[in-house]
């Protein structure tokens, strides 16, 4: 087989999925709204149920939905009928996953988790299945084909269950006002939620680190500061008392490239003609998440630190918070 033809059978997966994805998000309705406010006012947790690759895909909706702040676990269709419905109480909403609609293994525990007086809410395919039927709530993930060239295996409906899954998480998170800072606290043992655990002194870069030049300095010391120091784009700007009173962007320049008419000479000129006066700043001792919100608030990529006199101390770029380069401490 040539490598056209390798290439273009996975192509050809890859747009089938991706066109299903595109359907469901036409398709998704008044089952996903009442769905959403259901969770919302819930006052048990999420109980994610399926069987096979649905279950596959059930375990990952569970963990995302736990892990953005709907309580929610994955519970064996097998084990849940031989004693854990145990674990199910009255107060939480069953989440069945079944594309038929008809698997056995999840209609026992549908029917069980009822006589509890749980809701149960259905991902299925067929509207007019047995489980479609029982449940309180439908969000319908009809595909119209299967990506299998066999029409067997199941992966066009598993990506848009899974999709779907993680629309209902995200939605969740953004209605709940679920920040990074609880994120965070939910991956202690991540990478990402260690990083924003911390503080910004963890990762500000300071003394040779730091990009730093005077307001009566030329440009061309800015640029060669800009440059050399661990390339970040920008430097503070101090005044002769050592005082932050500035800041220079790589932006900044492009901008002052498209407004300078006469290019001669440009940089001879002050550092203090171009600069950014007051910039943005944090204390050393924030959490990075909150270094985060502000740079996302005022959309830079830098924060500089100063010292209890105002001189500058630091600065903290936004690839050292999400990870994208080393810690300095």
Do not use: W
């Not at 998704?28 to 819930?42: E, N, P, R, V």
């Not at 050399?228 to 932006?251: M, P, Q, Y």
Request: hydrophobic letters at 45%; glycine letters at 10%; one cysteine or more.
């Amino acid at each position: 087989m040539s490598e056209e033809s390798i290439l273009a059978c996975a192509r050809r997966v890859l747009a089938a999925e991706g066109q299903a994805v595109l359907a469901a998000a036409e398709r998704i309705g008044a089952g996903f709204t009442s769905l959403i406010k259901a969770i919302l006012d819930l006052r048990g947790r999420v109980v994610v149920t399926g069987v096979g690759k649905s279950g596959i895909v059930g375990m990952k909706i569970a963990a995302t939905l736990a892990s953005t702040g709907t309580p929610a676990f994955f519970l064996q269709p097998l084990d849940a009928v031989h004693g854990d419905l145990g674990m199910v109480l009255p107060e939480d909403l069953l989440l069945a996953l079944s594309n038929s609609g008809e698997t056995q293994e999840i209609l026992n525990v549908v029917f069980a988790v009822k006589d509890f007086g749980c809701q149960v809410a259905a991902f299925t395919g067929e509207e007019r299945s047995t489980l479609a039927v029982a449940a309180d709530i439908v969000v319908n993930i009809k595909v119209d084909r299967e990506a299998c060239p066999l029409g067997l295996a199941p992966t066009t409906s598993t990506t848009v269950a899974l999709a779907v899954g993680d629309a209902l998480a995200m939605t969740l998170l953004e209605l709940r006002g679920f920040s990074r800072r609880d994120y965070a606290r939910f991956h202690p043992g991540g990478s990402l939620g260690r990083r924003l655990a911390l503080r910004v002194q963890d990762f500000m870069r300071t003394g040779e680190k730091l990009p730093l030049v005077q307001e009566d300095d030329p440009l061309r010391e800015a640029l060669r500061a800009m440059t050399e120091k661990e390339t970040l784009g920008v430097t503070l700007v101090a005044n002769r008392e050592g005082l932050l009173t500035g800041i220079l962007t790589d932006g900044d320049l492009r901008r002052i490239l498209c407004r300078v008419r006469e290019l001669s000479g440009l940089l001879d000129r002050k550092v203090s003609e171009f600069m950014t006066r007051n910039p943005v700043t944090v204390e050393r001792d924030a959490l990075a998440s909150e270094a985060l919100r502000i740079m996302e608030v005022r959309g830079i990529t830098s924060l500089a630190i100063m010292d209890s006199r105002g001189r500058p101390e630091g600065i903290v770029h936004l690839h050292d918070i999400l990870g994208r380069s080393k810690f300095f401490v």
